[in-house]
C-alpha cells in the first residue's frame, strides 16, 4: 500500500466542492498526510493547477458557476497531465445535475469516477434508480460488462463504493469488503473516499492502485473506527481519527479484497 | 411520538441552507432516520421537488441568488402539497435580510416557521430586538396573542425553541421543557431544530405533532449529550450521537411538556 | 488576559470568511465567550457594522463576489472606528488571489493581519515561497524588520502563527511558545485564531494584547487537546472543547512567551 508514500510526499490536493462536507474533505486529506486547497474561484484554477498534485471534484452543491470552474480546473489539469478524481454526487436526480455532470464528464482528462452504484449506472448509461444521495441500485452483470466497456473507451477507473466497493480498470475488478454500516449514518463518507482517491493518486503513478488503496483505508478506517463510537457523530470522529494514525501494516493486515 | 416511523419511512428531506452548519443539518437528518439532500441550484428545485417528502429553508447566509432559489423551491412544493420548514435566521437584523424573509414569509405553501422568540416577533408583527442570531426577547401574552392570531391566520404552525420551546397552533399551544444551556454554546443548534421539524413532517401528515416531535427528539438528546460532555464541541458530537440513538420510548420516558 | 472580559461582554463577532472552516470559526467564537454572526450578503454589510464589536476577514474562498462585500465591509466599519481582523488565506498562491487580497489590505481600517509567515512575508514585500495554505517560509532577521516597518507604516499588529507564534506592533513584540503540532493536522487552525483575534479585539481597547491572548489561548488549548486526542478529528473537538473551558488563571498558569 501508499500510505508511507503519500505521508512522506505529502501532495497537495486541489478540491473543487460542495460546502456542505467541504471540512470533513479536507481534514480527511491532512489525515492521509497530503495538503488541502479548497479553491473555487475561476480566476485561481491555472495557479493552483500548477502547485498542485491532484484535483478533486464534487458536484454536490453544484451551480454553473462552480460548473464553470471545474470546467476550467480539467483543461488546466489536462494540459499539464495531473490526475483529476470526479465525483458525480446525486448524478440522475435532476436534469439540471444531469446537464453539468455529464458536459464535465465529457471531457478528456478526468482519471477516476468515484460514486455509488446508482450514479455510475447514469454515467455507463443505464438506469441509476436516483434518489437524492443515496444509492438503490444493485451491481449485476450487465452493470460489470458496461463499466468495463466504459473503462475501456475513457482509459478511467470507475471507483464504485457500497456495501461492498468495486474498483474497475480496462483490465482489472478489485471487490473490496472492508466497511461499516456506520458510514452510510454520516454525511460525506462519498465525499471522503474521494479525496482520499485524490490522496493516492497524487502520489503513485498506477491509478487502479490510488483508487484501491483510497477505499481500502476508508474501509478498514470505518471499521476501527465502530468499535469505539456511540453513534454517528463519534463515528465521524473516530473514522478521521483512525485514517491519521492509519499505516501500510495496519491496512495489510485487515485487507479484504480480491482482484479477478 | 414519531421516532419509528421516521425511520421506517426514511423521508428524503431538501434543504436550501446556510454554508455554515449545512453539515450539521445533514447529519441530524440521516441520524433521525431520513435521508437529506442539500441542493440550492435555481434550476434543480423542480427535480428536487418531485423526489423529496419536505423542504427546509434555512436563511442564514441568504443572498439573492440563494433567495431565487429558494421562492421557486416553495412554489414547486407548495403545487405539490408538500411541506415546508421556514427558518428565518438573524430576522429584525438587516433590512436587506428582512426584505427576502418577508418576501418568501409572503407566499403561501409554508407549513412551519421554527425560529428563535426575536426572530419569530418579528414574523408576528412585534419587535423582535434581534441581535444577530442570538434571541433577546421574552415570550409574554402580548406574543402568545399574536402569534396564536398568526396561526389562525396563515394555518401555520410556529416552532419556537428558547429556554422553554412552544409550539403553537390555531388551536394548541404547548410548551417543551427538555433542553440543555449547551445548545446556547454551539453554533446551528436552531438549523438542527428546523431539520428536525422537516424530518417529522416528512414523515407525518400533524404539523403540530411533528414540530412537538422534533423539539422533544432535540431537547432530550441535549439533555443526553450533556451528561457527558467535556464542553462545547464534544457535547455537539454528543448530541447527533444520541439523536442517532434515539427512539420513541426514551423520549416518551423523558419528556417534558405540557399542552395548553 | 481578558477572557473573562470577553465572557462577560460577549461581543458580536461578525465574519466573512469560507465555507470550508466556516463551521469552525463560529463555534471557537462562541466557545470564547462571544457571538458569531456569519453574513456575507453585500447588501448587509452596513447593518452588520452598526450591530457588531469587530468583523473577521477570510479569504480562504473568496471569489469577486465575497470580495465586494469585503470591501464594502471594510469601509463599514472603518466609519464606525471598529476593529477588522484580516486572515490572507494562502496569499501568493494565485495572482488573482493576490490581486483581491492587495486592494482589501490596501485600505485603512484594518487592525490586525493574522496569518502564517509565508502570507505574512507576501504582506510586508517578501517572497513568501507560498503553496496553497501551509506555510514554508522561516521568519529570520530581514522578515522581523520589513514586518516591524510594515506596522509602523499601517498602525497594525501583526499576529503571526507558526511553531513559534509572533505578534508584532510598532513598539513591541511577542513571541509565543505555546501550542501543538497536531494544530497542523486538522484544516482551519489559523481561521479560528483569526476569530479568536476578533473575540479579543471586540472585547477590549488594545489590539497587541488582544492578539497575544488569542494566540495564547489557542496555544494552550491546542496542548491541553492534545493530552487526550486520539487523532486528528479528535484533537480537533478536544480544541474547542478546551476552549469552551478556558479561563484567564488557566491562562496565565500555562502561558509561556516573551515580550522582546
Redesign the interface.
Known amino acids: 500500500m501508499f500510505i508511507k508514500i503519500a505521508r512522506e510526499k505529502n501532495p ?1 490536493i486541489h478540491h473543487i466542492t ?7 474533505c ?2 480527511v486529506t ?2 492521509m498526510g497530503a ?10 484554477q ?3 493547477a500548477k ?2 498534485s491532484a484535483l478533486v471534484l464534487n458536484t ?5 458557476l462552480v460548473a464553470n470552474s471545474m470546467l476550467k480546473a480539467i483543461k488546466e489539469y489536462t494540459l499539464l497531465n495531473k490526475p483529476i478524481v470526479f465525483d458525480p454526487v ?1 448524478l440522475g ?5 444531469d446537464g453539468i455532470n455529464f458536459e464535465l464528464l465529457n471531457l478528456k482528462g478526468i482519471s477516476i469516477v468515484k460514486a455509488n452504484a446508482s450514479e455510475i449506472a447514469s454515467v455507463i448509461g443505464l438506469d441509476g434508480k436516483a ?4 444509492s438503490t441500485f444493485v451491481i449485476n452483470d450487465e452493470f460489470l460488462e458496461k463499466a468495463r466497456k466504459y473503462t475501456q473507451k475513457t482509459k478511467r477507473i470507475l471507483a464504485i463504493t457500497g456495501k461492498i466497493d468495486y474498483i474497475i480498470s480496462q483490465k482489472q475488478i478489485a471487490k473490496v469488503y472492508n466497511g461499516s454500516i456506520m458510514a452510510t ?4 463518507a462519498g465525499c471522503m473516499c474521494a479525496s482520499l482517491c485524490g490522496v493516492f493518486a497524487g502520489a503513485i503513478e498506477d491509478k487502479f492502485q490510488a483508487s484501491l488503496c483510497a477505499l481500502l483505508s476508508f474501509g478498514i478506517a470505518s471499521e476501527i473506527a465502530q468499535e469505539s ?6 463515528f ?10 492509519l499505516n501500510d501494516e495496519e491496512v495489510k493486515k485487515r485487507a479484504k479484497y480480491e482482484i479477478i
Chains 1, 2, 3 share one sequence.
Open positions: 497537495l460542495n460546502y456542505v462536507t467541504a471540512n470533513d479536507a481534514n491532512i489525515a495538503s488541502a486547497a479548497m479553491a473555487d474561484f475561476y480566476e485561481e491555472t495557479d493552483f502547485i498542485s454536490g452543491t453544484i451551480n454553473q446525486a436526480v435532476s436534469k439540471a445535475r434518489r437524492g444521495v443515496d449514518k454520516i454525511t460525506g463510537s456511540s453513534g454517528s457523530a463519534s465521524r470522529v473516530n473514522l478521521i481519527d483512525a485514517l491519521s494514525n
